[in-house]
């Protein structure tokens, strides 16, 4: 057996390549989509629609990667845009992903009512 390939170096131009592929696997669609899914339960579907042709007129599609390519290299090593694409490549990471709006509703079900609480320095129930 081949040993392990060695770690990418963590340079820009290591990082922007690393960030293109990225957003290969996870491409704008899917990532709009999920967003555009919180906003539509939040909103309604009339609104969403709305919203969808302002971001449009605001941001092209090119200047929406690019801005994610960017923050991608700013925010993340290499080995860990790896990381990501290899999660959002698999089968369980992209389940996990589908499931984040339920994790967050459940949280702010839970957290609401303890910031309240803290808040107006009421007991616990």
Do not use: C
Request: hydrophobic content about 40%.
């Amino acid at each position: 057996s081949a040993p392990p390939a060695a770690p990418v170096k963590d340079t820009p131009v290591n990082r922007r390549a690393a960030a293109e592929k990225f957003v290969k696997v996870y491409p704008m669609q899917e990532f709009t989509a999920f967003m555009a899914e919180e906003v539509s339960k939040e909103m309604g579907t009339e609104v969403l629609a709305e919203a969808r042709e302002l971001f449009r007129a605001e941001l092209t599609d090119d200047e929406f990667k690019q801005k994610r390519i960017e923050l991608l290299i700013k925010t993340y090593t290499v080995a860990e845009i790896e990381a990501l694409a290899a999660m959002y490549r698999s089968e369980a990471g992209k389940s996990a992903m589908h499931k984040v709006p339920l994790y967050r509703e459940k949280w702010q079900e839970f957290l609401t009512p303890v910031l309240v609480r803290i808040l107006t320095n009421t007991e616990k129930p």
